[in-house]
């Protein structure tokens, strides 16, 4: 038979299938058309079965896929806090700028909770987290593996089951990074010694957002706890560390490194923390129950003097000043080549940029040996507002950077009192930002910020002096005495703990009441107006003149 005649029979149905393989196709096509709503049912009981088992392994597997889970906030969830850190560094400089570490954390769990999420800026997480039970000491187990999310800085575990809450855990993380030249974090930098060679050195900067750089950490202001550190470096060349602490012991391995041993510090910010590895020289002077030191490199290191001679006298005026004493037993200055700000107030270890603190009778002028002494009075009034009382978030940063800044000009007029310094205060601060006030780029003191960038922008002279004539205004406003008070009042109160305004004008308020100044407003009522509003305020006044 032909191929046309064929394909026309078995197409009008005029002869039996000319196939084995066609009457089976008949016989399927013939089941299926008989029992299609069986068929119809088994089909969609397999794909309900099918997307059931897809989702338990996207939520087993993938929780962090979630947009509105924790780790995609600007903010760690407030569900830990810590309380203690141990950190060991293992740092290398050339040539190769490097460290290891790790880091122990001990923190409460405040609220129940199967996740942990701390800071990691860069690290590279060597090895798989661990977290211990110290109610019994038994290791934690999670079946999933721990998740980096570098957008937010973010090291997130997923557990399998709860945090008790109100139990203390330990978390323990190994990690790597690089010693880079950025300026932030652990960074690397050097100068050009007499010889000729290049002298490397490792320091420290890690306000605002960059204590994740050095160790995986609950980097935000308010989660204060107590660090414990533990440097090994080289120690040839007379290379040593300075930290916050005083150092309890070093132990040399005989062949050019060094273990150094630091006090564990007292309860403070992340930010606060500090490191330099050098071979830095210096000098000392022994005041009262405490060391002041200031520290640079061989050959400058009487540039630095002027610092070190007023350093002592001003840090015992703002004790009395504060009504608290100094809570450290030493205080370092160091002045290193390459520097992000000016300076950096760490807790018994300031770091400058060495330009702005050197000062030589026969090479400078008095502008010159001015700007030494605020910047050193600055920094020392941040060792009682910033460090021992920190505002709660950054959108209070006027809080540090004003106080300092009007601290700042007591502590010059006790060192050299024939400046009569009160005089510039309007002319050097207050005058010079009214006008940057009025442009449309300006910004509120009390500023709300989310991310690194935001903060960063709130280091500008609007937080700096016009949160210091702010306060200067306040003084004049409550009376020296009763401002003085409240502010007493407030640093007794929040001492290592962190604050906002809000709790400052309670306070200064309280002591407005005490001194019975009833006729005088409520000061928040009065300083909203002036720390939430851009510009500077209009007062109309109206004189009535009698006839």
Known sequence: MAKGEGYELAQSGDGPPRTQTARSGNRILDFIREHILIVVIVATLILIIVTIVAVLVVQGQCRYCDSEGPWNSTRLPETLLPSYYNVSLDVFLDPDFYFNGNVSITFKAVEATDIVIVNSKLLNITAEPKLTDLSNDLSITYSRKYKLFPKRNYLVIFLDDYLEKGSE????????????????????????????????????????????????????????????????????????????????????????????????????????????????????????????????????????QYGLDIGPTVLQHFEHLYGVKFPLQKMDMVAVPDFNAGAMENWGLIIYRESRIVYEQDKHSIQDKLKVNLIVSHELAHQWFGNLV??????DLWLNEGFATFISYKGINITEPEWKIYSLFYVREYYEVMQLDSLIS??????????????????????????????????????????????????????????????????????????????????????????????????????????
């Open 169 to 304: 855990y330990q978390l323990y993380v190994e990690f790597k990074g690089l010693l880079d030249d950025t300026l932030s974090g652990l960074y690397r930098s050097s100068y050009k010694a007499g010889d000729g060679k290049t002298r490397w050195l490792a320091s420290t900067q890690l306000q605002a957002t960059d204590a994740r750089k050095v160790f995986p950490c609950f980097d935000e202001p308010a989660m204060k706890a107590r660090f414990e550190l533990y440097v090994t470096h080289r120690s040839d060349s007379d290379y040593t560390a300075i930290s916050n602490m005083p150092i309890v012991n070093t132990i040399s391995d005989g062949r050019g490194r060094q273990l150094t041993v630091f006090e564990p510090t007292v309860k403070m910010s992340t930010y606060l923390l500090a490191l330099v590895i050098s071979d830095f020289k210096c000098n000392k002077n022994n005041i009262g129950n405490y060391t002041f030191r200031i520290c640079a490199r061989s050959g400058i290191l009487e540039a630095f």
């Open 390 to 395: 920190t505002p709660k978030w950054w959108t």
């Open 442 to 547: 300006s910004h509120p003191l009390h500023q709300k910020v989310d991310d690194a960038d935001q903060i960063a922008e709130l280091f500008d002279l609007i937080s700096y002096k016009k949160g210091a004539g702010v306060i200067t205004m306040l003084g004049k406003f409550l009376g020296l005495y009763t401002f003085s008070k409240g502010l007493r009042d407030y640093i007794e109160k929040y001492q290592y703990e962190s604050a906002d305004q809000d709790d400052l004008m309670k306070s200064l308020d309280e002591a407005r009441l005490d001194d019975g100044k009833d006729d005088i407003p409520e000061v928040k009522l009065v300083m909203d107006g002036w720390t939430k509003h851009l510009d500077i305020r209009l007062l109309l006044l109206k004189i009535k003149i009698p006839s």
